[in-house]
């Protein structure tokens, strides 16, 4: 059912592309959804994971990215999200985040689903926002799993203050093995754009790797912004190499019609 649905709609979606009466707000596009990972950031300074000089060269992801790390060396896990939240003060949005946000106003059917942890997205104005792999300013009791906002260091005997007695204090952070936030949200999203577009990401991490077939399966076009090839650039439709604090501004002027 759910298959030949969304083939009717391919096809409904072909169809109106030839007619040329795709939904139209300010430009083609009227859903949007949008993936970034840690190239985004990359421009405001900060590392990301596997290009030269990123996080998993100093860092196993074992030892510090895991559920298992975090119950064999909490201390280890703890120091390394505190390292990656003391440079959040010190950095800031770039034009790619910045484009972002202004194009959530001109098409307010725009989605950002990003898997960084900073808040440079929040900080340039972005509201439409799923953080699916947690955030760094954010820490989670591990027995409610309420969220507390981090005002200092997190340390291995760093408590929550809604339990009696009280539990211990984690990253608010998805870790590899463990199910990424808002997926609901997310698929939902994907079943309804017209307009995929992924942005600094290696896809090299599920389930967002595979997003951009959720999106392209029911007809949505498809744009890759890297500045490099990714593990699923043969996956996007169309592909703009370049640095996203370029790219990025030149593909949002594109779509709100702005010269
Ligand atoms: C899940 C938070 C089930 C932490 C991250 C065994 C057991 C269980 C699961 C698995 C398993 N084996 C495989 C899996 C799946 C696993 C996975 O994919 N592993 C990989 C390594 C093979 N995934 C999971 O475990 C996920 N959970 O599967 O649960 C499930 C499945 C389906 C539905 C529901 C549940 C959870 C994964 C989340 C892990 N947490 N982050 C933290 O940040 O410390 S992942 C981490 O890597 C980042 O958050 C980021 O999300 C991810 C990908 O990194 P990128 O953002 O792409 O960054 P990267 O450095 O790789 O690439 C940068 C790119 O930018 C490059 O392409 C570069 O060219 C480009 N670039 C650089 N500069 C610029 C630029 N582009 C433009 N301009 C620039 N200036």
Redesign the pocket.
């Given at each position: 059912m759910e298959r030949s649905f969304r083939g009717l709609r391919h096809r409904e979606r072909q169809s109106n592309r030839r007619k040329g009466n795709v939904k139209v707000s300010h430009g083609r596009y009227s859903e949007i959804v949008v993936l970034t990972?840690?190239?985004?950031s990359?421009?405001s300074g900060i590392r990301?994971?596997?290009?030269q000089g990123?996080l998993w060269e100093s860092h196993r992801l074992e030892d510090v990215?895991t559920p298992e790390a975090f119950h064999r060396d909490p201390a280890l896990v703890q120091r390394f999200y505190n390292e990656r939240r003391a440079q959040l003060p010190l950095v800031k949005p770039n034009p790619a985040h910045l484009a972002l946000a202004e194009l959530e106003k001109a098409i307010p059917g725009t989605l950002i689903v990003t898997?960084?942890?900073d808040d440079l997205h929040e900080r340039a104005g972005s509201h439409h926002l799923i953080h699916m792999?947690?955030e760094l300013t954010k820490a989670r009791c591990v027995k409610t799993g309420q969220l507390f906002r981090v005002t200092e260091p997190l340390t291995e005997h760093s408590l929550c203050t809604c339990c009696v007695p009280a539990s211990v204090l984690r990253p608010h952070?998805?870790?590899?093995?463990?199910?990424?936030l808002g997926?609901d949200r997310i698929f939902q999203a994907l079943a309804q754009c017209d307009l995929f577009i992924a942005?600094?990401?290696?896809?090299?991490?599920?389930?967002?790797?595979g997003f951009v077939d959720e999106a392209v399966a029911q007809g949505a076009h498809s744009i890759e912004?890297?500045?490099?090839s990714?593990h699923v650039s043969h996956r996007f439709h169309e592909h703009r190499r370049g640095?996203?604090?370029v790219e990025v501004p030149k593909l949002v002027a594109e779509l709100i019609g702005r010269r």
């Open positions: 990972g840690a190239g985004i990359a421009e990301t994971f596997r290009d990123g990215a898997q960084n942890i792999h947690g952070v998805v870790w590899f093995g463990e199910m990424p997926m942005i600094g990401t290696s896809g090299q991490v599920y389930p967002a790797a912004i890297n500045a490099d990714s640095m996203a604090a």
